[in-house]
């Protein structure tokens, strides 16, 4: 195995995680939620008046947080490179859908909240998410 160095941003990722659990903790400390992505847009499938306005206002910062720091930092990020067609993104992005729902949570809920309060569900799924996402990643470099 090599390190892609050109591309290796330890400190990004550092700073990255520490936003996260950070974010993580105030949103479970101040509303009393877990902060799992899928969870709160599963939230607005049948939307309650009363709980619909801060879901919307979550997703539409995740969307528009990068490109508000786009304009503000040009050049400071960068759009990733993906290397596949749309049929794959659609195929892939289907699959991680039925996943969040059959495993009752997303990577952020089950891996960032879930992990963090100690719950042995959450552990088992996170175990699977990985075993699941390095399986992939060999058969589709190794086999195909």
């Known amino acids: 195995m090599t390190i892609d160095w050109n591309h290796f941003t330890p400190w990004g990722s550092l700073a990255g995680g520490v936003l996260l659990g950070l974010a993580s903790a105030l ?3 101040l509303n009393g939620r877990v902060l799992g992505i899928s969870g709160i847009l599963g ?3 049948v939307p309650k008046r009363s709980d619909a306005s801060w879901r919307v ?3 539409l910062g995740l969307l528009l947080a990068p ?3 786009s304009l503000l930092a040009p050049g400071l990020i960068s759009a ?3 290397e596949a067609d749309n049929v794959a993104i ?3 992005g289907l699959l991680v859908g039925l996943g969040t729902r059959y495993g ?3 990577t952020s809920g089950h891996g960032v909240c879930g992990l963090s309060r100690l719950s042995p569900r959450s552990l088992v799924a996170t175990l699977a ?3 699941s996402g390095f399986a992939m990643v060999y058969v589709v470099r190794h086999l195909f």
């Open 27 to 29: 949103f479970i400390l």
């Open 43 to 45: 939230g607005l499938l």
């Open 57 to 59: 206002m979550f997703l």
């Open 67 to 69: 490109a508000t720091l």
């Open 80 to 82: 990733p490179r993906i």
């Open 90 to 92: 659609v195929a892939a």
């Open 104 to 106: 009752s949570g997303c």
């Open 129 to 131: 998410f990985m075993a």
